[in-house]
């Protein structure tokens, strides 16, 4: 039995392919209507803070597993001395929460990384204030300020234009309570791109290729795989990624985030769960991260992570300003030739994650024509700034 604290879309399609599998699951979802819990076996209701639901979770699961980052390490840590399997493992999670943490032991690691400062605002304003000031005077203006927990989709992420809204970030942060900041040159991107490596429990790793990524502020529009980048830059991407996975040791799937800039590779962060950059590869890819991640917790043989076909495009689909529900527009989207549609069974708001779609063609410009004609249908157009010609 695989237990899986969260109950957003990742955990239900994580039940989906171990529903295929004929494995048991148990969820602890923190409202009884969330996405996942009509995909889940059994179903608890309670928060990852909360030691007892835990404790219950534990009681049933051989092994437990996570949807989010929102977890408590310190009661992870309880459960884990207390003889449960809690995997990615109590430390790959903790690097892996805190974004100052792990841009450190990356760039200790040699990892390449934006160039970056933690500031440790427990010292004060100024000290805070002469660390963004060294960033900014070797890479001048405007500098990067980073929440290093509890960030997600571009919150907790903001541009700081100049000394004047430094020092307002430097206030907010401190008045908010957080001890640390995270600040780092705005790095001129030329791509994103991410890579998913699954690492089972005996160390061995296989890894999905690099994919390039679209995000408008912030939020993932569209994956691409292999996008239009060259072979040696997704090369370079794939063994940067191994590299920094190796660094994190999370048993499970570990989703690497970079930046091309001028030819070079950076890591910015990684998510030790399946990822939204992940999710062409359930159709896309001849073992998807969702089954590769449940091999892995429960010490299966990992599968290949070849692709199906020469290009794999996946579109994000939100709610449509207007309030309506992509779910009664199904129709519309499965006129498209080879669509694949998932929608998360979300209550529909706008601008609201509600599923994604995927298409596998010869011709990559084709995918992904036929992806976003098919968002379309779903009421998702290309936001300004993603162009299909
Ligand atoms: P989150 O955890 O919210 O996803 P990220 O660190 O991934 O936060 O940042 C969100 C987006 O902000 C990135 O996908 C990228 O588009 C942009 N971004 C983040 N860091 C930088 C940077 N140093 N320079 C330029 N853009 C950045």
Not at 265 to 293: C, D, K, M, Y
Request: hydrophobic share 50%; proline share 5%; glycine share 10%.
């Amino acid at each position: 039995m695989v237990g899986v604290v969260g109950g957003g879309q990742l955990a239900r399609m994580l039940f989906e392919a171990a529903s295929a599998l004929g494995i048991d699951t148990v969820l602890l979802s923190e409202q009884p209507d969330d996405a996942a819990v009509a995909a889940a076996g059994r179903v608890l209701v309670g928060t990852p803070g909360d030691l007892l639901a835990m404790e219950a979770l534990a009681a049933c699961a051989d092994v437990i597993t996570f949807d989010h980052e929102q977890v408590d390490l310190a009661v992870l840590s309880q459960l884990a001395e207390h003889g449960t399997t809690v995997l990615p493992g109590v430390a790959a999670l903790e690097l892996a929460v805190d974004k100052a943490t792990m841009r450190q032991r990356f760039f200790d690691a040699g990892v390449a990384v934006p160039d970056f400062e933690v500031l440790d605002l427990r010292q004060g304003a100024a000290v805070a204030m002469a660390a963004i000031g060294r960033v900014a005077g070797r890479a001048g203006w405007p500098v990067m300020a980073k929440a290093t927990r509890g960030g997600y989709d571009g919150k907790g992420v903001w541009p700081l234009e100049s000394k004047e809204a430094a020092a307002a970030a430097v206030e907010r942060s401190i008045a908010s309570g957080a001890s640390t900041l995270l600040v780092e040159a705005m790095v001129p991107i030329d791509t994103e791109l991410a890579v998913l490596v699954a690492t089972g429990t005996d160390g061995t790793s296989v890894a999905w290729p690099a994919v390039e990524t679209t995000q408008v502020d912030g939020v993932c529009r569209e994956v691409l795989a292999p996008g239009h980048l060259s072979a040696d830059l997704l090369a370079r991407a794939g063994d940067m990624a191994r590299r920094a996975a190796r660094e994190v040791a999370a048993v499970g799937v570990l989703a690497v985030e970079l930046f091309a800039t001028g030819g070079e590779v950076l890591v910015n962060e990684v998510a030790a769960r399946p990822h939204n950059t992940g999710h062409w590869s359930i159709e896309g890819a001849t073992t998807s991260q969702f089954e590769n991640h449940l091999r892995a917790v429960l010490s299966l043989p990992l599968g290949s992570t070849a692709p199906r076909a020469p290009a794999v495009a996946s579109v994000n689909v939100f709610g449509p300003a207007d309030g309506s529900d992509p779910r009664r527009m199904l129709a519309g989207a499965l006129r498209v030739e080879g669509a694949h549609v998932h929608l998360y069974g979300k209550e529909a708001r706008p601008g609201r994650k509600l599923g994604h779609v995927t298409v596998l063609g010869d011709d990559p410009d084709d995918a992904r024509r036929r992806a976003w004609q098919c968002a379309g249908a779903l009421g998702t157009l290309p936001p300004p700034g993603v162009r299909l010609d």
